[in-house]
C-alpha cells in the first residue's frame, strides 16, 4: 500500500518569510495529492491539491509543486502570517481506487510576529 | 453548504465501557469515511462507505470496532469495549464520490475521545 512520509515535524518561520513543506509517497500509482491545513482543535481543511497531470498549482501565497518521478510533492507558503501557524498533513491517493487516503504525520508550523 | 456534522464533540469513558460517534454528511455525498487520528499523526482510515456498502475497512479493529451507515446517509461507529490505545480523535469526513475528479473530502470536527 502506499506510504507517505513528511518533513520537517516542525518548522519555525518568521512572519513573511516561506515555508516549505516536503512529502514523498511511494505508491506510482498515485495521481492526487491534497494538502489540509488543522488549527488546534477544528477539523483538517483542504487548502490546496494537485493532480498528477500537472506540475505546479498557486492559489494565492500557497502553491504546490509535484516531480512524479521522484515520487515527492511539496507546499509552499510564501509571506507567511501569524495565521497561518497550524499543522499542516500531505495526502496521496490513486483516484481510479476507492480514493483511500494516506496521510503523512504533519508538520507544526509556527509563524513568529 | 453545510459541512460534515459530528457528535458528541468530547467524550470521556472508562476502560472496557462502549462508546458511539454519529456522523451526518454532506448533502448528495455517496462516500462516507471514518479516520482515528492518534495525538501528533495523521488521521488513519479505519473504514470507508460507498453509500451503504463497506468498501474498505481493513484497517479497523474489528474485535472492538463497528460501524454502519444505514440508508446510505448517516453513520455509526462504535467500539465495545474501549481500551486505552483508543484514546484519540475520531473525524468523519465525505465526499461526492470515491474516486476522480470529485473526490474531496471534506471532514467533521471530530469527536475527542479520552479512554481513562
Known amino acids: 500500500g502506499e506510504n507517505v512520509e513528511q518533513h520537517p515535524s516542525t518548522l519555525s518561520v518568521q512572519e513573511g518569510d516561506s515555508a516549505v513543506i516536503k512529502c514523498t509517497y511511494s505508491d506510482s500509482a498515485s495521481n492526487y495529492f491534497p494538502w489540509y491545513k488543522q488549527e488546534l482543535g477544528k477539523r483538517p481543511q483542504l487548502i490546496i491539491d494537485?493532480?498528477?497531470?500537472?506540475g505546479e498549482k498557486k492559489d494565492q501565497r500557497i502553491a504546490v509543486t509535484l516531480n512524479k518521478t521522484a515520487k515527492h510533492f511539496s507546499l509552499h507558503i510564501t509571506e507567511t502570517q501569524p495565521e497561518d501557524s497550524a499543522v499542516y498533513f500531505c495526502a496521496a491517493t490513486a483516484t481510479d481506487s476507492w480514493g483511500k487516503l494516506q496521510f503523512g504525520a504533519g508538520t507544526q508550523v509556527v509563524v513568529t510576529p | 453548504e453545510a459541512g460534515v456534522a459530528q457528535s458528541p464533540r468530547y467524550k470521556i469513558i472508562e476502560k472496557r465501557q462502549s462508546v458511539a460517534f454519529w456522523c451526518n454528511p454532506i448533502?448528495?455525498?455517496?462516500?462516507l469515511y471514518w479516520y482515528q487520528q492518534i495525538l501528533g499523526q495523521g488521521p488513519k482510515l479505519l473504514i470507508q462507505f460507498q453509500n451503504n456498502g463497506v468498501v474498505d475497512d481493513s484497517q479497523l479493529p474489528k474485535d472492538r470496532f463497528s460501524a454502519e451507515r444505514l440508508k446510505g446517509v448517516d453513520s455509526t461507529l462504535k467500539i465495545q469495549p474501549a481500551k486505552l490505545e483508543d484514546s484519540a480523535v475520531y473525524l468523519c469526513a465525505s465526499s461526492l464520490v470515491a474516486s476522480g475528479v470529485q473526490n474531496i473530502q471534506y471532514f467533521g470536527a471530530g469527536t475527542r475521545l479520552s479512554v481513562l
Open positions: 494537485i493532480r498528477s497531470n500537472v
Open positions: 448533502s448528495g455525498h455517496a462516500t
